[in-house]
């Protein structure tokens, strides 16, 4: 993982905390929360893998 993935992933979070403070149906902010989590939970895990980190999550 890059620092530019490091990056993106934050950004994800930022633009995800914000819009939590939009007027929409709480429904929207579970699917986009649903959407978007996994994918940037898989970001971080990679770039602590790539770190040296122990994989914790192995089966």
């Known amino acids: 993982m890059t620092m530019d993935e490091i990056a993106e992933a934050i ?3 930022d633009s ?3 819009a ?3 007027q929409m149906p ?3 902010h ?3 929360l649903r959407e978007s ?3 940037v939970r898989d970001a ?3 770039g602590y893998l790539a ?3 122990e994989n914790m999550w192995a089966d």
């Open 11 to 13: 950004d994800t979070l």
């Open 16 to 18: 995800l905390i914000a």
């Open 20 to 22: 939590l403070s939009m």
């Open 26 to 28: 709480d429904s929207l």
């Open 30 to 32: 579970v699917k986009a």
């Open 37 to 39: 989590l996994p994918n």
């Open 44 to 46: 971080i895990k990679s």
């Open 51 to 53: 770190a040296g980190g």
